[in-house]
């Protein structure tokens, strides 16, 4: 049963069948349609294709199937960001009351709009540095506070929240709600991330959320989004995607994480873990301090099982004898050096006594001075009359020359 007009009432409504019947009959009229869009989403499953197609100049998208008999007329390579025209016709499911659009054919006009200007600006920032290595921060070992930018009662908070004090207990954090998608997105971000990173006790910054389709992730390559990121004193781990998913964000952020559990992993050390590890380096630490112990232990009972450290008497004692000889050698070793020394000065002395001028006056010489106190040596140095000094043994005697 099918009606034009609506001809319902309180009193005469319509059988539901009625209604989707005739939503149906509405949408097979339309028939199959050429549309121009930009793929934003593009998967397989079950050997069917399902994706999003996305208009040009607005925000509306519809989704899409590419059922495995009309794949035939899709041409290759098709994937996300392509600006393509395709057949689409919807159809309309009377029992289950839902609406599908299927692709019949569809034709490739080359890269999308959007990804041709997000490419642009990504060329752009990464000429400027914001995406270099050397400008990424280290992220703090076990970071006091953490801060949460994510959206209110999400997925990703309970995720990065719950995996994080699964890892460690007594975690904290500080979390600013935002919009994670849609025009809000952008100013409520750059806002909390401010907020956080005025804040001396936030040591990590993390902005999560659970994924999504490409249009969704667009706030997050924003370019006034990604340069405030990039100004940020704070670590900043993004997580707002998921391994295929490559918003600009993920670029200037000092850590990517490919979802919030990610991000709770790569952040908080794993207590059980470091336990482990502490427990292995103090094994190892007793062990190499008892192998010290055992090889300082043998070398001092080596040293102790020598006879000079045994009995200390008795090389005390052979030291003694030594000095003992020594000091005996030299008392009788300094008697015959004086002893000979006695001897030579005698001998000596004997000598110079027997050359002295007065033995030589005592024997009954004399010496003759001339009155200027010369020594008389020849005849020929006086004459009649000049004085002379007589030296004998025992005095002198004052005389002149005849």
């Not at 997000?118 to 400008?135: D, H, I, V, W």
């Not at 005996?328 to 070793?333: I, K, P, S």
Request: charged share 25%.
């Amino acid at each position: 049963m099918t009606s034009s007009t609506n001809d319902s009432s309180p009193e005469a409504p319509w059988p539901l069948h009625q209604l989707s019947e005739l939503l149906g009959g509405y949408i097979d009229r339309l028939g199959a349609v050429w549309v121009e869009a930009e793929v934003t989403q593009w998967g397989q499953s079950a050997g069917n294709i399902y994706g999003k197609l996305t208009d040009l100049d607005s925000d509306a998208s519809v989704a899409i199937t590419i059922w495995r008999r009309s794949q035939a007329n899709i041409p290759e390579g098709i994937s996300r960001g392509d600006r393509v025209v395709a057949q689409v016709k919807p159809s309309w499911w009377v029992k289950g009351g839902t609406l599908s659009m299927n692709v019949l054919q569809m034709r490739h006009t080359g890269l999308g709009e959007i990804l041709e200007k997000l490419e642009k600006l990504r060329a752009t920032l990464a000429a400027e540095g914001l995406f270099a290595p050397e400008s990424k921060k280290a992220l703090p070992f076990l970071p006091g506070k953490i801060g949460l930018i994510t959206g209110k009662d999400s997925d990703a908070e309970k995720d990065v929240i719950t995996n994080a004090t699964l890892r460690w207990p007594d975690v904290s954090f500080r979390i600013e709600y935002a919009a994670v998608q849609g025009e809000r997105c952008v100013p409520e971000v750059i806002k909390a991330l401010e907020i956080l990173d005025s804040d001396p006790s936030v040591d990590v910054i993390i902005v999560a959320r659970g994924g999504g389709d490409f249009l969704n992730l667009l706030p997050f390559s924003d370019e006034t989004l990604v340069r405030a990121a990039a100004a940020l004193t704070t670590p900043l781990v993004s997580a707002i995607g998921h391994e295929a998913d490559r918003p600009l964000l993920d670029e200037v952020a000092d850590l990517r994480a490919s979802t919030p559990t990610d991000a709770a992993k790569r952040v908080v050390p794993d207590v059980e873990n470091e336990r482990g590890i502490i427990a292995q380096a103090r094994t190892r630490l007793d062990n190499r301090l008892l192998g010290i112990l055992d090889y300082e232990a043998e070398r001092l009972a080596s040293v102790r099982s020598r006879p000079s450290i045994a009995e200390p008497d008795t090389l005390i004692d052979i030291r003694s004898e030594e000095i003992l000889q020594f000091v005996a050698r030299g008392v009788d070793l300094s008697q015959r050096l004086t002893e000979r020394a006695v001897a030579d000065i005698n001998q000596l002395g004997g000598a110079l006594r027997g050359l002295s001028p007065q033995k030589t006056l005592d024997r009954g010489y004399a010496i003759a001075r001339l009155a200027s106190g010369e020594l008389l040596r020849s005849v020929k140095s006086v004459s009649r009359g000049d004085a002379l000094t007589l030296v004998v043994g025992d005095g002198t005697i004052d005389t002149h020359v005849d």
